[in-house]
């Protein structure tokens, strides 16, 4: 089992930034990936940010120059900084583990941008 705990959401006016963290525990070494996804209402879930344990990382188009995904050298916590803010990025916000037997969720964190 793996344990995703999120912190770092929050609200923020457009053309701001804020920065995501989300910290994995117990079976950690079972991880290959992890990543981002959010929600926003009415909408389906998307794949925000990934980043492999080869540090291959993919994005979103709509996030791409504005967010970032990094982990720590231990690749425990997977952080996502977040520029440039808009409205439009309001959702709430998970964290993802995955693994080869299955994926794991954090409890999701909510971000709200206001114009």
């Known amino acids: 089992q793996v ?3 999120e912190s770092g959401g929050g609200l923020v006016q457009a053309g701001g930034s804020l920065r995501l ?3 994995a525990s117990g079976s ?3 991880i290959t990936a992890m990543g981002w996804h959010r929600q926003a209402p009415g909408k389906q879930r998307e794949l925000v940010a990934v980043i492999t344990n080869g540090d291959r990382i993919n994005y979103v188009d709509s996030v791409k120059g504005r967010f970032t995904i990094s982990r720590n050298n231990a690749k425990t916590t997977v952080y996502l900084q977040m520029n ?5 990025d309001t959702a709430v916000y998970y964290c993802t583990a995955y693994t080869l037997s299955r994926n794991y969720w954090g ?3 909510q971000v709200t941008v206001s114009s």
């Open 107 to 109: 409890q999701g964190t």
């Open 28 to 30: 950690i070494l079972r």
């Open 84 to 88: 440039s803010l808009k409205p439009e």
């Open 21 to 23: 963290s989300c910290a």
């Open 3 to 5: 344990q995703l705990v």
